[in-house]
């Protein structure tokens, strides 16, 4: 029987060919019902950007730093960092959690330098790659372990937001947030919305410069938005992807964490080092949930790490020790709080010169907007259709829901930019 089945076998090159197109067929099914997907709608803007070939183009899109001259920045203290650690440090996994030390940076930074809160070791932090990881793993936490939750995002947020949370597959919902006629907080509609909530439903909040619109609650909002809370039982999260770019000053940026602090709530963080020290690459951030008492935070920091290991096992190792090393250095820290403010004020000083440039065109519009608002973004309150103007026209490139990046805007460029937007704003 053997030797029959083995003679009947066919030979090497006879036959076998006729399985080689069935199987090729097969393989390319597996695939080829995919389309390609759609741009990223911000990532997309550089793209563009990059393809167009006039010696005049300005790229506004772009949520990364650039100095007066458009190029971007490594900071001083990043430099610095680096060389203490060059050579001296071996490459090792960190743990599941991530640097020890970073975190211990970071919560400092976000909850207080002698917060009580971390030295009853009553939160759970884990490193993360940068805010969105940070966001992730806080989506994929509350799936897990609040499957019933939902989230409640602002109209409008960053793009990525929604992508998040839908991918762990949290339901959304939003709450009203901007005001499209003054450019600013519909504090009222905003209000009404977390009253209208259900008890005990987790909100997604923007602790500082608000992305895209640039427009903040202000001290006394955050009060009346974090007594509300109180009353309705919500839990915060606060995606802090801007601590010290936006005003300059850390502490101010993260008043709204501490004015909810104060008023005795659990909430949730998360962290970047993207923006304020410029570590865009590098993937450095944090999450962080503050927890009834140090019993829970471990558990709570546990379920985390689980979370965490079947995505990327640990987190990189080169950002956490860049940010420790300056965090941990007092020196170190206070050259980062001079270049941090100094970003800032550049951006400040931009909004300034932009509404001035307006102004002074003639433009019959109010653009009190451009510095009312803070942070990287201006929320321009351009139409798509004007945007498509400045882009074919003017090869300006930015986001079509007239999203201005103001470190792309220079003082060699400010003019140009200006007498665009008069032009195709013009009634």
Known sequence: MASRALNSSPKIGQ??????PCAARYMSSWFGHMEPAAKDPILGVTEAFLADPSPHKVNVGVGAYRDDNG????????REAEKRIAGSLNMEYLPMGGSVK??????????????????????????????????????????????????????????????????????QNTFRYYHAETKGLDFSSLMEDIKNAPNGSFFLLHACAHNPTGVDPSEE???????????????????????????????????????????????????????NMGLYGQRAGCLSILCENEMEAVAVKSQLQQIGRPMYSNPPVHGALIVSTILGDPDLKTLWLEEVKGMADRIIGMRTALRENLENLGSSLSWEHVT????????SGLTPEQVDRLTNEYHIYMTRNGRISMAGVTTGNVGFLANAIHEVTKS
Request: proline share 5%.
């Open 15 to 20: 036959n076998q060919n006729r399985w080689i």
């Open 71 to 78: 190029k971007p920045v490594v900071l001083e203290c990043v």
């Open 102 to 171: 970073m975190i211990e940076e970071s919560l400092k930074l976000a909850y207080g330098e002698n917060s009580d809160l971390i030295k009853d070791k009553k939160i759970a932090a884990v490193q993360a790659l940068s805010g969105t990881g940070a966001c992730r793993l806080f989506a994929d936490f509350q799936k897990r372990f609040l499957p019933e939750s939902q989230i409640y995002i602002p109209i409008p947020t960053w793009s990525n937001h929604h992508n998040i949370w839908r991918d762990a597959r949290v339901p």
């Open 221 to 275: 909002q955050w009060r009346q938005i974090s007594h509300q809370f109180k009353l309705k039982n919500h839990f915060p999260f606060f995606d802090m992807a801007y601590q010290g770019f936006a005003s300059g000053d850390p502490e101010r940026d993260a008043k709204a964490i501490r004015i909810f602090l104060q008023d005795g709530h659990l909430i949730g963080c998360a962290q970047s080092f993207a923006k």
């Open 372 to 379: 009312n608002q803070i942070g990287m973004f201006c929320y």
